[in-house]
């Protein structure tokens, strides 16, 4: 994920493109290439549009089936990796409903009160042998795995700007603390940093 110097996930457009940057790009493209599948919820796929990755499959996490604005059959000619939808059972119609869906594959999942547990929406992609998962936000999925303590690795992008008014990078209605460790850091000459950190878990004695 970028996020402003303070921690706005959404630049002046009120999306991440205004945040980021060539370089952040290229990185985001290593990350991709590395995975076997992005995951996004559909607050993301609604305002930033998503095609399918060129490398990895797509999966979108949504509890009421609503993926207006998304592009996936602007994807059709780039990329031939799967798409999964994964939704309660009560949003299968909706998505079903949805024009371009048809290349997707609508995986129901454990839901409580139409939203997924994290562990299984986490489970759901391992069962299909999707184990290196990236999830690239937005800050209500993101926030939910963290808060399940689902995330062993957080690759952050900092663009310097301050955005006002803007969302946080992670929204949680739960209070919860984890610390993660520097892995890498690069810096670009505009100032942008990109860290690597990893989740430092107690080690069992
Ligand atoms: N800076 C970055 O790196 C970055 C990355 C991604 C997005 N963004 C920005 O983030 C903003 C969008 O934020 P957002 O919070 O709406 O994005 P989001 O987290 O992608 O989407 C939230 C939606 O995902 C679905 N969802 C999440 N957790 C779920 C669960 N456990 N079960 C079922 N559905 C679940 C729900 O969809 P339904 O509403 O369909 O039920 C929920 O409303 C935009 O401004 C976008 O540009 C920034």
Redesign the pocket.
């Known amino acids: 994920?970028?996020?402003s110097l303070n921690g706005s996930?959404?630049g002046a457009d009120?999306?991440?493109e205004s945040?980021s940057s060539k370089q952040d790009r290229r990185i985001l493209g290593v990350i991709r290439e590395l995975s076997d599948v992005v995951l996004?919820?559909?607050?993301?796929v609604r305002?930033?549009g998503y095609v399918v990755p060129a490398r990895a499959a797509l999966a979108v996490?949504?509890?009421?089936?609503?993926l207006g604005g998304h592009r996936l059959h602007a994807s059709a000619t780039t990329s031939d990796r799967p798409v999964y939808i994964l939704c309660p059972r009560s949003a299968v119609g909706r998505v079903e409903a949805v024009d371009g869906t048809n290349r997707a594959t609508i995986v129901v999942v454990d839901?409580v009160d139409?939203?997924?547990r994290?562990a299984a929406?986490v489970d759901a992609l391992h069962s299909r042998g999707l184990t290196r998962i990236v999830c690239?936000?937005?800050?209500?999925?993101?926030g939910?795995l963290f808060a399940a303590d689902l995330v062993d690795e957080l690759c952050l992008s900092t663009s310097p700007q301050i955005v006002l008014g803007s969302?946080a990078?992670l929204?949680s209605d739960q209070a919860v603390t984890s610390r993660f460790s520097l892995r890498q850091l690069l810096l670009d000459d505009q100032g942008a940093t990109y860290a690597r950190w990893e989740r430092s878990r107690p080690t069992s004695s």
């Open positions: 994920m970028i996020g996930v959404a009120g999306t991440s945040l996004v919820g559909a607050g993301s305002a930033e996490v949504t509890s009421t089936g609503n839901d139409g939203l997924l994290p929406i690239e936000g937005g800050p209500v999925l993101a939910r969302r990078l929204e």
